[in-house]
Every structure is written in structure tokens, then in C-alpha cells.
């Protein structure tokens, strides 16, 4: 299919007087670049392990933690939303607003010390962790 989209287009940018050598076919050969993108896609689908166990296991508090943050603000919306007040609303939002932003602003703070602290343990520089 992808080299019907390809062909189409070559051949409406050839001169009137120029021909292909061959015919395009319906099923191309692979090209080496897909086939290079296919194998890192199968190598980055997690194989079940014990190091993707172990992986899992350290990032799933993390996913949760990112998970709850828009949850809150959702169950907050509701709850101000039934009080049928449409001034309230438009506070709670701003607050919101004001509350994800500070939290992202500082979340990263642990994502760019975490791996920083970890690489200087691992080295054995325990005053620089």
C-alpha cells in the first residue's frame, strides 16, 4: 500500500516523455529503514521479565501519582458544580488552574534529582548523593 502512495505521485512528476524501467507492484520490497523501525518496536514491547517486573514495579507509583493529580480536579469540579453556583465554579477552576500549575512546575524537581542521586550512590559518592 505504501508504495501505491509513493508511486502515484512519482508518476504524476515525470515529464510526458519519460517512462519507468518497471512497473510498480502492488507489494513492495521492505525497505531496510521500516525494517530496523519494526525490530526496535518489537524490542520495546516489554517481554514480561523479571527486569520488566522490576521496572513496572518502580514506575506504576509514579503513573499513579501523575493519574490522581487531573482526578482530584475532576471530583473538586463535580462537587462544586452541584452547589449550582456558576461563581463558584468559575473560582474553583481558576484555583485549579493555578493549583496544577504549581504542581507541574514542581513535580519535576524529584524526575531531574532521582536519577542524579542514583548515579552518584552508584559510584560510591556518597556525599554527592
Same mark, same amino acid.
Given at each position: 500500500m505504501l508504495a501505491l502512495l509513493l508511486a !502515484? &505521485?512519482? +508518476? %504524476? +512528476? *515525470? &515529464?510526458?516523455?519519460c517512462t519507468l524501467r518497471s512497473r510498480p507492484t502492488a507489494v513492495a &520490497?521492505? #525497505? &531496510? %529503514?521500516? $525494517? #530496523?523501525?519494526?525490530?526496535?518496536?518489537?524490542?520495546?514491547?516489554?517481554?514480561? /521479565? /523479571?527486569l520488566d517486573r522490576e521496572i513496572m514495579g518502580m514506575a506504576?507509583?509514579?503513573? !499513579?501519582?501523575?493519574a490522581v493529580i487531573? *482526578? $482530584?480536579g475532576a471530583v473538586d469540579t463535580m462537587w462544586v458544580g452541584r452547589m449550582g453556583? #456558576?461563581? !463558584? *465554579? %468559575?473560582?474553583q477552576g481558576a484555583a485549579g488552574q493555578c493549583f496544577f500549575s504549581t504542581y507541574f512546575l514542581i513535580a519535576f524537581i524529584p524526575t531531574i534529582t532521582a536519577p542524579l $542521586?542514583?548515579?552518584a550512590a552508584g559510584s560510591g559518592d556518597i556525599e554527592g548523593a
Amino acid at each position: 500500500m505504501l508504495a501505491l502512495l509513493l508511486a !502515484a &505521485p512519482t +508518476l %504524476a +512528476l *515525470l &515529464p510526458h516523455h519519460c517512462t519507468l524501467r518497471s512497473r510498480p507492484t502492488a507489494v513492495a &520490497p521492505r #525497505a &531496510p %529503514a521500516l $525494517v #530496523a523501525q519494526e525490530s526496535r518496536l518489537r524490542q520495546a514491547i516489554p517481554k514480561r /521479565d /523479571d527486569l520488566d517486573r522490576e521496572i513496572m514495579g518502580m514506575a506504576l507509583p509514579s503513573i !499513579a501519582n501523575f493519574a490522581v493529580i487531573p *482526578l $482530584v480536579g475532576a471530583v473538586d469540579t463535580m462537587w462544586v458544580g452541584r452547589m449550582g453556583s #456558576a461563581l !463558584a *465554579l %468559575a473560582g474553583q477552576g481558576a484555583a485549579g488552574q493555578c493549583f496544577f500549575s504549581t504542581y507541574f512546575l514542581i513535580a519535576f524537581i524529584p524526575t531531574i534529582t532521582a536519577p542524579l $542521586v542514583a548515579a552518584a550512590a552508584g559510584s560510591g559518592d556518597i556525599e554527592g548523593a
